[in-house]
């Protein structure tokens, strides 16, 4: 199973196995991993460069929690994940890894769908009342001039609501996003 996810993944461990399972983590989820012994190896990365996730072995943890609160801090918005590298397979790191993308990349399309369906109900409002103005200016007396101006107006916020309606339509979003 493929993740797709843009960035790279630090794996956090001094197992031996630290590079069997940085590669293994790359196949299965199609994102470059790098391998760091250290934490303190990890924050080095961390500032010169930006991960997806950050897989952090339990141990390390445990025994370094000064540097554990450092790590946390430069993460930026990379995900952290802590397994238990004593005790977990290297498929099971993976497959926390592939859970925890998931659930992130759940988590971006459902802020994206409430961001759209604000930004469309701002937007259709605004369109409203741009609508409603300029119909009550219409039929207000004045010179012919003014009414036409006021008319190429009106049909452009009737295009503008119908292109929203289109592309920012939270139904319309919904049903792309559940495959309708």
């Given at each position: 199973?493929?993740?797709n996810v843009v960035g790279m993944i630090l794996l956090v461990t001094p197992s031996g196995r630290a590079q069997e399972c940085a590669q293994a983590l790359s196949i299965a989820t199609g994102v470059p991993a790098s391998v760091a012994?250290?934490?303190?190896a990890a924050i080095s990365q961390l500032r010169s460069q930006g991960y997806t996730a950050v897989v952090v072995d339990q141990f390390l943890t445990e025994s370094e929690p000064d540097q554990t609160s450092q790590l946390l801090e430069h993460l930026g918005g990379a995900i952290p994940i802590c397994v238990n590298c004593a005790i977990s397979g290297v498929e099971r790191v993976v497959r926390e890894v592939q859970s925890s993308l998931g659930r992130r990349k759940r988590e971006v399309e459902a802020a994206k769908w409430t961001a759209e369906k604000a930004m469309w109900s701002e937007l259709s409002e605004t369109v409203t009342a741009l609508l409603l103005a300029s119909d009550l200016a219409i039929a207000t007396p004045g010179t012919s001039e003014a009414i036409e101006k006021i008319r190429?107006?009106?049909?452009?916020?009737?295009?503008?609501r119908s292109q929203l309606e289109h592309t920012l339509s939270p139904d319309a979003?919904?049903?792309a996003r559940n495959g309708s």
């Open positions: 199973m493929t993740c012994t250290t934490l303190e190429v107006v009106h049909q452009l916020a009737h295009q503008l979003g919904l049903s």
